[in-house]
């Protein structure tokens, strides 16, 4: 099945199979393997991409259902020569360890920090129509659909506090 | 040449401490890191291999009969299928750490609900999940056989029993005992990466991409599995996505990607779909814990008792090591512990985030608890009461143990003297508690080879099969050439996880750091030594730092003093007569505030503090996430990890993560931890220990006495579900 895709600003046309999600058509056809395989099953938030701004996991869909999509892979968002704030500060806070969910965690991250500069409340945040702090309660909340079995969630959150410039 | 090591006596010189570079303990960060931020990092399913086939594994629907895969034929003709195997050398589980030889195999009898029996392999890999979803798997003329370890056939593990003095007087004639039963569910290591592999063959000659944690080990396994020379077979895990057990002994992956690449002539990828991974890894076995004790009127322990049962399939000889820490941790003359072993069938059981102590501790813990409430003195001065001078059992010395420090020092960080009496405190809905409980694991080394390489620019390279699942490999093992050689830290390359370079320890039972660990500080000393030659001195005199040598009060970079040549050094580390002479292991204290909802008995962990005593810590920012790792792994098993079995054939019934509930970020406080300054002489020759397991090690205990300090209920079986919290409100 003929599906347009552009991803991190790359425009790809693919023939799938149409049983392919956009995780696997990322990983098997276009040897994007940042976006990482923990479940398959949208439960842990490892094969977090963003599509047109907004995370999802790439498990859960298939790929022809984005036909005309603006996909973001870790992969865009950040090189080893060149990588984003956050990145960065997930390195020097370890805000990792096996690295296996790391890039889904970034990504995730990524897209969080922008609901929050919208104003888009969380199940934490006290009144629904007032701006969100950037608390720990907060980041903790948002960043809960991408689960690390080595658990440097304490690390995760001191990174993305740092990347997003302080905060409370 | 080859320098040999072997750790016969303590290692007073403490060399590390005379070197220049400050890289040893510094918190630096992790040199592959900007590769896992980038997702550029290749893990085992990864890897872009031409050709390349995709294999699905299918599971057994029932514990016992003969396997007949009914429609194999069918299924064997849909589109772009290639194969369908159900080889006899497929594994019925997975092989144990350090197994060194393949597991029971054979995929036509079925043990229990969950093994994996065939894989069906394809063109693509929604055609080979298709296909093997396809696949009719029915068993003939299996009854249902035995999963409930309390009722199951036991067999007494009598090696390990022991029965010192007089326990049952010790109960009888006590001031203040406990007698206690304590129930832990089997737990998941289940890995963020799901176990994968992809099998490429050159003739005769297999290279295998995996996600393993002990590479000599899985080759000679995956070698042995196949009926091939061990020198056929090569082992790439440069990234593990995690192991905590899992990953220790070869899985049936690795043997069923590696059958059908022969079989299809191709490279073959076969990865564990997750809910494989509940049901055909390794779970922590169930226990069932007594432990009694008996004090005197003071607290002071006159009697110990901890007797367990724990389960394993027919065939394994693995039992949950419960016991391990019981021997060492606290005084008390009159002493009796036993283990049994039920055997069932539910998945194999093996090696999860410290085996032995992570449940066995716990339990202890919270019998300790018990204790000092039933004596009324604080829980803390209870344990600092019982520290025996020498290991109760043996009467041998330990080796450095800093528990005392960790229970004071811990109880400062937290401010534990501000701990309310029970049920005292509230906060509007919320009944607030803490508790605290004592750290302890056992501290190994293990046989490891290292080469290290100073390359006449100055630069050096430290090869092994090593791997880092996670635990900061690559950064220490740098560090430690780094600072005895006297190079910054990105002057050194450190290269692991492939069964070509010298063979390791592997990554399992807290050993890898300090085993690879010192057998890159052995090279690095012979290269010190040959360095020294060229200046005409002694290595005790060479300062090392910056890339240059200062000897007899000159100092010259080292490229030059190389003039052109290399230095190579393959280091072979042996442990030795400081095993047994004396008992190491690791110690530490933990302590949390909880607070238990009043209405719903839902628990959440509003602090929790380590402070641990390891040896010398390589690196402070990964042996301080380690820490992080343990006790959110307590968390989990504190109040919502445990695999359900159903009561009838034994499968696991919540076999994905949606189900089986591992600490999500919200679960989790800012944890504090704290590394006490500690060096181990005993341990090797940078009297470093273990530290991958410590912060797990008793964890659980102490949310679950700050649970009874907050509501005066004990929950003796875990986890302490809501359900079972407002059962006793």
């Known amino acids: 099945m003929e599906t347009q895709l552009t991803i991190n600003g790359t425009q790809h046309k693919l023939d799938l199979d149409p049983r392919t999600t956009l995780l696997d058509a990322l990983r098997h056809h276009l040897g994007l393997t940042g976006s990482k395989k923990g479940c398959d099953h949208g439960q842990c938030g490892a094969c977090t991409v963003m599509v047109n701004g907004r995370r999802i996991n790439s498990c859960l869909t298939l790929a022809c259902m984005h036909d005309g999509d603006e996909v973001t892979t870790i992969e865009g968002i950040g090189q080893p020569d060149n990588l984003s704030p956050l990145q960065q500060a997930f390195v020097s806070e370890d805000g990792f360890q096996c690295g296996y969910c790391t ?66 | 040449m080859t320098e040999h090591f072997k750790m016969d006596a303590p290692a007073t010189d403490r060399r590390l401490d005379d070197m220049a570079q400050g890289l040893v303990g510094a918190p630096l960060d992790r040199p592959e890191g900007p590769l896992k931020v980038s997702g550029t990092a290749t893990y085992a399913d990864e890897w872009q291999v031409d050709g390349l086939a995709h294999g699905v594994l299918v599971r057994a629907p029932g514990n016992s009969g003969r396997v007949v895969l009914a429609n194999r034929n069918a299924v064997a003709r849909m589109d772009g299928v290639l194969a369908v195997i159900d080889d006899d050398r497929l594994l019925r589980n997975p092989a144990q750490g350090t197994a060194n030889e393949a597991p029971i195999q054979g995929p036509h009898h079925a043990a229990y609900m969950g093994q994996l029996i065939a894989v069906v392999v394809a063109e693509s890999f929604e055609q080979a999940r298709h296909a093997a979803q396809s696949l009719e798997v029915t068993l003939e003329g299996g009854t249902l056989m035995p999963v409930d370890p309390t009722t199951a056939a036991v067999e007494p593990q009598e090696s390990k029993n022991l029965d010192q003095g007089d326990l049952d007087a010790a109960m009888e004639t006590a001031a203040h005992s406990v007698d206690a039963i304590y129930t832990t569910p089997s737990h998941s290591s289940t890995p963020m990466e799901p176990h994968a592999s992809i099998a490429t063959w050159e003739g005769d000659d297999l290279t295998l991409r995996g996600s393993y944690q002990m590479l000599k080990y899985n080759r000679n396994e995956l070698a042995d599995a196949l009926g091939i020379h061990p020198d056929r077979v090569r082992i790439l895990s440069p990234y593990v996505g995690g192991g905590f057990g899992s990953k220790l002994g070869l899985a049936p992956e690795a043997v069923a990607a590696s059958i059908a690449a022969k079989q299809v002539g191709r490279p073959v990828s076969v990865a564990l779909q997750r809910p494989q991974v509940f049901e055909a890894t390794m779970r922590r076995s169930e226990t069932s814990q007594r432990v009694r004790l008996a004090a005197d009127a003071e607290g002071r322990l006159t009697g110990l008792g901890h007797d367990a049962l724990v389960s394993n399939l027919p065939g394994e000889t693995f039992a949950e090591p419960i016991l391990q820490a019981s021997h060492f941790l606290y005084a008390g003359a009159n002493r009796r512990m036993s283990m049994d072993l039920a055997r069932v069938h539910r998945l194999c059981a093996g090696s999860v985030r410290a085996p032995g102590e992570a449940v066995g501790v716990t339990a202890l813990e919270n019998a300790m608890d018990e204790l000092a409430h039933e004596i009324g003195i604080d829980p803390v001065e209870l344990r600092r009461r019982n520290i025996p001078e020498k290991d109760p059992e043996s009467g041998k010395d330990y080796s450095s143990r800093r528990f005392r420090e960790a229970l004071d020092s811990g109880a400062e960080a937290f401010g534990w003297a501000d701990r309310p009496g029970v049920k005292e405190r509230r906060e509007g809905e919320w009944l607030i508690g803490y508790g605290m409980a004592s750290a302890a694991r056992v501290n190994v080394l293990m046989e490891s080879q290292a080469r290290v390489t100073l390359l006449p620019d100055g630069r ?209 406080p800012q944890l504090t931890v704290e590394l006490l300054e500690e060096r181990d002489d005993w341990a090797n020759p940078m009297q470093a220990k273990g530290i991958g397991e410590l912060g797990i090690c008793g964890a659980a205990a102490a949310i679950t006495n700050a649970i009874f300090n907050a509501t005066g209920v004990r929950v003796r079986d875990y986890p302490a579900t809501l359900d079972k919290v407002i059962a006793g409100m």
């Open chain 1, 103 to 168: 890039p889904g965690q970034i990504c995730s991250a990524t897209a969080m920090l922008e609901e929050i500069a919208n104003g888009w409340p969380s199940h934490v945040t006290g009144e629904l129509d007032a701006s969100a702090e950037l608390t720990t309660e907060e980041i903790s909340e948002r960043m809960s659909g991408n689960l690390c079995r080595c658990s440097a969630y304490p690390n995760i959150v001191e990174a993305i506090r740092k990347a997003a410039g302080g905060g409370a």
């Open chain 2, 460 to 668: 050096a390279r430290v090869e092994t099969d090593m791997t880092d699942i996670g635990t900061g490999t690559y950064a220490i093992l740098g560090q430690i050439a780094g600072e005895m050689l006297g190079l910054p830290r990105d002057a050194v390359d450190v290269v692991l996880g492939d069964t070509a370079l010298p063979p390791a320890s592997g990554s399992g039972g807290s050993w890898g750091a300090s085993s690879s660990g010192t057998s890159v500080y052995v090279a690095c000393q012979a290269i010190r030594r040959q360095l020294a030659e060229r200046l005409g001195g002694e290595e005790a005199d060479l300062t090392l730092k910056d890339g240059s040598a200062t000897f007899d009060n000159q100092t010259r970079p080292l490229a030059e003093i190389l003039d052109g040549d290399e230095i190579v050094k393959l280091a072979h580390l042996q442990p030795g007569d400081t095993s047994d002479a004396v008992r190491q292991a690791t110690f530490g204290a933990y302590f949390a505030e909880v607070a238990v909802h009043a209405a719903s008995g839902e628990t959440r962990v509003r602090r929790m503090h380590g402070s641990f005593a390891a040896g010398r810590i390589l690196n402070a920012k990964t042996a301080r996430s380690q820490c992080l790792g343990g006790m959110t792994f307590g968390i989990g098993m504190a109040l919502t990890e445990e695999l359900a079995f159903d009561p009838r054939d034994g499968h696991v019934a919540n076999h994905n993560l949606a189900e089986y509930h591992i600490a999500v970020n919200a679960d989790v």
